[in-house]
């Protein structure tokens, strides 16, 4: 059992508070998960400085002046990194995936917790409203963002076992759930060069749906794949930085509530994580059906 959230702004006004909005969420799931928690961020220009290549990092092994002089190194460029809780949150005037190759070279073996332009993704071991602390989320801005907390069932308690994944450029998923022949397909995505930083089957998900992404694919034909692809009982949460989408698995085993109003589109593992929502009163409010895709595009 874990908890999901989802919040997808559609209207600016709202942006100031998109981390109050989650942090309320995503505490509100805290009994549904108090192993790790974690959340991806889309558009706080603090984290995330717009026009600039992001990456998240953690488990580093050096402070924030070192990590700045060795990847600016490898970079050939300045590199600011400013600290959220745990998290090195490096930013640079280069392409992420610039940005995140100088990473690698700079600390091989480094734990990628996201990359992407305007994404910051924290996570960590331990209670949700801890760590949203640490984190100083409510004081986050952005048009969207995605939480998880998480009850671990297939994975060790670590880090890297904790969600959001977020694997590909701008790319995030968490799921609720567990798929039962994650581990064949593992070994069909290693062979064909994919790396893989847990045991977690949820990575699994993660790392096919960013390659058929990869391949060009919309985010609505990959999900699709997916639920022909993965066997088990699951709800999953993905998005890029412009969309955000739903879909659970054939019989719809594990709980899932989807709510819209002009200013926004929610998702949460139950009706409670929304209930704070401005307006939710209003909202059009329902239980996504199996094997459906709902996407949103901002």
Same mark, same amino acid.
């Given at each position: 059992?874990?908890?999901?959230?989802?919040?997808?702004?559609?209207?600016?006004?709202?942006?100031?508070?998109?981390?109050?909005?989650?942090?309320?969420?995503?505490?509100?799931?805290?009994d549904r998960g108090s192993d790790s928690a974690g959340v991806a961020v889309y558009g706080d220009p603090r984290w995330s400085p717009p026009g600039r290549g992001s990456v998240s990092l953690l488990d580093v092994g050096d402070d924030r002046d070192g990590v700045a002089t060795r990847v600016g190194a490898e970079l050939g460029a300045e590199v600011e990194v400013a600290m959220i809780g745990d998290t090195f949150q490096l930013s640079a005037d280069a392409g992420s995936?610039? !940005?995140?190759?100088?990473?690698?070279?700079?600390? $091989?073996?480094? /734990?990628? %917790?996201?990359? *992407?332009?305007? !994404?910051?993704?924290?996570?960590?071991?331990?209670? $949700?409203?801890? /760590?949203? %602390?640490?984190? *100083?989320?409510?004081?986050?801005?952005?048009?969207?963002g995605v939480g998880h907390t998480r009850m671990a069932t297939e994975s060790a308690v670590t880090p890297s076992g904790a969600h959001p994944y977020a694997v590909g450029p701008e790319q995030c998923l968490v799921h609720n759930g567990s798929f039962a022949n994650h581990a064949a397909i593992r070994r069909e995505l290693r062979a064909a060069g994919v790396h893989f930083d847990s045991?977690?089957?949820?990575?699994?998900?993660?790392?096919?749906?960013?390659?058929?992404?990869?391949?060009?694919?919309?985010?609505?034909?990959?999900?699709?794949?997916?639920c022909a692809t993965f066997d088990g009982f699951y709800t999953l949460l993905v998005s890029n930085r412009d969309s955000?989408?739903?879909?659970?698995?054939?019989?719809?085993?594990?709980p899932a509530v989807i709510a819209e109003t002009p200013d926004w589109v929610a998702m949460?593992?139950?009706?409670?994580?929304?209930?704070?929502?401005?307006?939710?009163?209003?909202?059009?409010?329902?239980?996504p059906e199996p094997e459906v895709v709902y996407a949103w595009t901002r």
């Amino acid at each position: 059992m874990c908890g999901i959230v989802g919040l997808h702004l559609r209207t600016p006004d709202l942006y100031p508070r998109l981390g109050e909005l989650l942090t309320g969420m995503l505490c509100e799931m805290s009994d549904r998960g108090s192993d790790s928690a974690g959340v991806a961020v889309y558009g706080d220009p603090r984290w995330s400085p717009p026009g600039r290549g992001s990456v998240s990092l953690l488990d580093v092994g050096d402070d924030r002046d070192g990590v700045a002089t060795r990847v600016g190194a490898e970079l050939g460029a300045e590199v600011e990194v400013a600290m959220i809780g745990d998290t090195f949150q490096l930013s640079a005037d280069a392409g992420s995936e610039t !940005l995140l190759a100088a990473a690698r070279a700079a600390y $091989p073996g480094v /734990l990628v %917790a996201g990359f *992407g332009a305007d !994404l910051a993704v924290l996570k960590g071991v331990g209670d $949700p409203r801890t /760590l949203t %602390a640490s984190w *100083g989320l409510t004081d986050a801005q952005g048009w969207q963002g995605v939480g998880h907390t998480r009850m671990a069932t297939e994975s060790a308690v670590t880090p890297s076992g904790a969600h959001p994944y977020a694997v590909g450029p701008e790319q995030c998923l968490v799921h609720n759930g567990s798929f039962a022949n994650h581990a064949a397909i593992r070994r069909e995505l290693r062979a064909a060069g994919v790396h893989f930083d847990s045991e977690n089957d949820t990575e699994v998900g993660a790392r096919f749906v960013a390659s058929r992404l990869a391949e060009g694919r919309d985010v609505e034909t990959a999900l699709k794949e997916l639920c022909a692809t993965f066997d088990g009982f699951y709800t999953l949460l993905v998005s890029n930085r412009d969309s955000f989408a739903v879909v659970r698995d054939a019989i719809a085993c594990k709980p899932a509530v989807i709510a819209e109003t002009p200013d926004w589109v929610a998702m949460g593992s139950e009706y409670r994580a929304l209930s704070g929502l401005p307006g939710v009163e209003k909202a059009a409010i329902w239980e996504p059906e199996p094997e459906v895709v709902y996407a949103w595009t901002r």
